[in-house]
């Protein structure tokens, strides 16, 4: 917590600082902080000086708007729907902008949210990956889009998955600290088990997060591939962190009861669809609980996807760079082909469907890399 009269942006904050600030430097309590709170992250109220509480203490109000910075980035440049999803661009105060994308499904609205103004990973199916790392968002700029997403769209927001811009172990400290945002009871209330984070596979990220005391957010693992040579070829990441000390890390990694790792598999035509990838994948998902979640590639804008392309296997997108346009999606009939092998194999496989593409929401699809 800074101590000089630099303004904290309120939207990151839990509840305990913003009391912890009234008490430093207001020298007011609960029943003020409470009030603030509750007017930011419930009501999602700008006019929180017109609350009973300030209304009756109108010398406070100055001093609140002397401390607090309530300036909500990010503020929405455009908006899209389609398929029942809602992708919004941001734009934050420095002009960089950032996506996040409200799913409702079932009943349930799951807001994706970034973590990073692009990112360095550079994995060959992901548009993010194009762009490169241009820096790390802070709380309350992720906060923030959360705020939007809950005030501006109305949303009643019930799962946070962190799956759009950004790997979220590269810029750990302040994720976590949304992460503590998220869930304050006096806010969003979002349960911890409701907050994924997903990463391509930093391992020393993965073990920070298995140190943590308290409830932990669900972990989920982009894999993609059971085979080092083949994931080294999508996910750099895999050169420097293989598959082996991957696994290690999430065997080790703590699970509550009835919890499990989630690894995400990008399936895509004539890369990593074959009845060996399916066998890869259960020899390394086979010592942990682990549940796989099955996503047909979506191709990006500017993937020059041409469905009659030939087919091109693991050699061809080796040396990554610029093979996106070779990636194809699987047809309904692949899908279902590669998680029939997967059944096979007796992993625990769910197919979930690539939502937004038409708005390019989807998974994959997120950013804008230079041309
Ligand atoms: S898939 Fe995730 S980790 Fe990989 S480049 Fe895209 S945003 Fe980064």
Redesign the pocket.
Known sequence: MKTDHEKMPILGMTYDEVLELFRSRCGRGKYHAGALYREIFQRGSGNWASAPEFVNSPKLVPDIQRDFDFHADPVIETRQSGDGTTKFVSRISDGARIESVIIPAEGRVTLCLSSQVG?R???IF?R??KMGLVRNLTPSEIMGQVHRARFDFGVPVRNIVFMG???PFDNFDNVMQAVRVLSEDRGFNIARRRITLST?GRIDGIQRLSRMTGLRPQLAV?LNAGNDALRSSL?PINRTMPLARLQAALIDYPLERGEAILLEYILLKGINDRREDARAVAEFAAPLRAKVNLIPYNPGADSGHDPGKRDVRSSDVKNSGQEEKHLVPPSASDTDRFCGYLVDEKVFVRRRSSRGKGVMAAC?QLGSPPV
Do not use: K
């Open positions: 990112c990973m550079g994995c992901c993010t990956g811009m950004g790997e391509a982009s996910m994959g």
